[in-house]
Nanobody, 119 residues
Framework: QVQLVESGGGLVQAGGSLRLSCAAS????????MGWFRQAPGKERQFVAS????????SYADSLKGRFTISRDNAKNTVYLQMNSLNPEDTAVYYC????????????WGQGTQVTVSS
């Protein structure tokens, strides 16, 4: 089992920045691919970004490239999502997720953190 706890969400004005954190516990953090997803009201959950075990490989939703940056600190069992130039369309609940080595699906999910961007 892996427990994931997100933090860092909140209210920010358009054009601002936020950094989300996701603290993991329970298993060897470096054995998991980590991802961020988001879900806006009335919409399906959307992939945001992912980062591989050592952090050397990352992937982003095309629409978010250049504004969002995912990173991880395996010594702190934490993954981050730096979000810049936020706009109201980025308003959503942001979820952290973990995928075991060799698996595609994300087996573990956090409770989410709300990000609200005002215009």
């Amino acid at each position: 089992q892996v427990q994931l706890v997100e933090s860092g969400g909140g209210l920010v004005q358009a054009g601002g920045s936020l950094r989300l954190s996701c603290a993991a516990s329970g298993r060897t953090f470096s054995n998991f691919r980590m991802g961020w997803f988001r879900q806006a009201p009335g919409k399906e959950r959307q992939f945001v970004a992912s980062i591989w075990l050592s952090g050397g490989r990352t992937s982003y939703a095309d629409s978010l490239k250049g504004r969002f940056t995912i990173s991880r600190d395996n010594a702190k069992n934490t993954v981050y999502l730096q979000m810049n130039s936020l706009n109201p369309e980025d308003t959503a609940v942001y979820y952290c997720a973990a995928s075991r080595i060799g698996e595609v699906a994300y087996a573990y999910w956090g409770q989410g953190t709300q990000v609200t961007v005002s215009s």
